[in-house]
Nanobody
Framework: QVQLVESGGGSVQAGGSLRLSCVTY????????MAWFRQAPGLEREGVAS???????SYADSLKGRFTISQDNAKNTLYLQMNSLKPEDTAMYYC???????????????????WGQGTQVTVSS
């Protein structure tokens, strides 16, 4: 059974940083993708960043330069480093994964097969 477990969320002041982690259990992939999504109350879920098994990354245009996605395969962990946080970054952040190559076509819009429970990020002004 595949499980994705996020951590690292919390409350931070504007301008601060957080690093989110997503540990995977039972998940294997050689040509799939992993990604971070977020959803704020009343808004649609938004793709934040993705990385595929070929180490190609994608970012939401509005977040480029502030957020960085990375992975440590030895630790089965996906990361999202978030810098210069803004109040509008407040949301629940979710980790997603899918082993299918098709995810690479549009990884920030793809309907991933596996999802974590989320970790809350709150940025105060």
């Amino acid at each position: 059974q595949v499980q994705l477990v996020e951590s690292g969320g919390g409350s931070v002041q504007a301008g601060g940083s957080l690093r989110l982690s997503c540990v995977t259990y039972g998940y294997t992939s050689s040509r799939g993708c992993m990604a971070w999504f977020r959803q704020a109350p009343g808004l649609e879920r938004e793709g934040v960043a993705s990385i595929d098994d070929f180490l190609r990354t994608s970012y939401a245009d509005s977040l480029k330069g502030r957020f960085t996605i990375s992975q440590d395969n030895a630790k089965n962990t996906l990361y999202l480093q978030m810098n210069s946080l803004k109040p509008e970054d407040t949301a629940m952040y979710y980790c997603a994964a899918d082993p299918r190559l098709v995810c690479s076509i549009n990884p920030l819009k793809y309907d991933y097969n596996y999802w974590g429970q989320g970790t809350q990020v709150t940025v105060s002004s």
